[in-house]
């Protein structure tokens, strides 16, 4: 009877065993088929978007349910050109390539999302130092900026009018380098100053071939610089992935706004490895400091309606870009309340 009993109580556990093998492969395969592929391409890898990067290092996307591939497009028009032809799903950039696009008369348009940064991200570099720089400095002098139409070069224009510079006459901006060839064009002689977004400001500033002069983000004040969009069309056809998406920016977010820079830099130094760590704190506390990151996503119509008058004034604006139909903000309000 013991006999049995104890082949009854193997064969017992035994199945007990099996079945909680087999229920827990089952549970694993039916995450795994849950996980989606969502490609991100990215206008620039800069610690200037800490909170993105926490949430891949921390794995926010991957508790959402997201596999995430991230690509570097180097310029907001590279990146919308990648979103409009499918290579892309999601778009993070200057929210002006938006504008552009749905004026233009597309009818699949792209539609922000979720709002990631509030001020500009660049700095200015000078080729020499100054005790106390004011932006009259630069009148007579070369600038390397941005691409015609492009939030950076319409956001150093729109502090040179907020300084009293007139951008067309009081200085020279050149516009035709590549955005991410800026910093080279400079090293090798050419221009007086040069708008950068970290690391490279700080490099440039550590090889001693140039000294950190402005923050454009303090300078120009609180703007709608960043924020993720995706075609109309997929945004009505994956509301879920959108939703999971900004659910992990969003605790992104909340991490950044909660741990010191020195945590932050620690978090996100996979992403930064040419970076030594001293740097990375540095350059974290640089954008932490002066407020860069929103505490939440949400992309306010008075935030919008600012970014249209930035384009306004800089002439790139000549059509109606309706608020309700370019940013939606019922993914960021629900991401707001987790």
């Known amino acids: 009877m013991k006999s049995t009993m104890k082949k009854l109580s193997v064969l017992l556990l035994t199945f007990v065993m099996l079945l909680t093998f087999f229920g827990c492969s089952k549970n694993k395969s039916n995450e795994v088929d849950k996980v989606q592929k969502v ?10 978007y800490a909170p993105q990067y ?36 999601i778009g993070f950039m ?20 979720a709002q990631l940064t509030q001020r500009a991200g660049n700095f200015l570099v000078s080729r020499q130092s100054y005790n106390n720089f004011t932006w009259n400095d630069v009148k007579g002098k070369t600038i390397l900026g ?42 090798s002689g050419l221009g007086d100053f040069t708008a950068e977004f970290e690391p490279t400001a700080t490099t440039i500033e550590n090889e001693g071939r140039g000294y950190v002069v402005a923050s454009m983000g303090v300078d120009s004040g609180y703007v709608p610089y960043t924020a993720y969009c995706a075609k109309k069309s997929y945004l009505e056809k994956n509301p879920e992935i959108i939703q999971s998406f900004t659910n992990a920016i ?20 996979p ?36 970014l249209k008058d930035i384009l306004t004034e800089a002439g790139e604006l000549d059509a109606e870009a309706p608020y309700d139909k370019l940013v939606t903000t019922d993914f960021s309000k629900k991401a707001a309340k987790n």
């Open 39 to 48: 490609t991100l391409n990215e206008v620039a890898h800069s610690i200037f």
């Open 54 to 89: 926490v949430a891949i290092e921390k794995g926010y996307f991957l508790e959402e349910g997201i596999e995430l591939n991230l690509v570097t497009g180097f310029g907001a028009d590279k990146v919308m050109t990648s979103l409009v032809s499918g290579d892309a799903d």
């Open 94 to 113: 200057g929210s002006e390539a938006s504008i552009y696009v749905y004026t233009g008369g597309s009818a699949d348009y792209a539609v922000n999302f």
């Open 146 to 187: 941005g691409r015609a139409g492009g939030m950076p070069q319409m956001l150093l224009e729109y502090i040179l009018k907020k300084q009293g510079i007139d951008p067309k006459n009081d200085v020279e901006i050149i516009q035709n380098i590549d955005f991410g060839s800026t910093a080279a064009a400079y090293s």
């Open 250 to 269: 969003q605790k992104g977010l909340d991490y950044v706004n909660s741990h010191t820079s020195s945590e932050i830099a620690q978090a996100i130094a």
């Open 271 to 306: 992403q930064f490895q040419e970076t030594d760590i001293a740097t990375l704190t540095k350059i974290v506390e640089r954008y932490k400091s002066q407020d860069t990151w929103k505490g939440d996503t949400i992309f306010e119509k008075d935030s919008f309606d600012l």
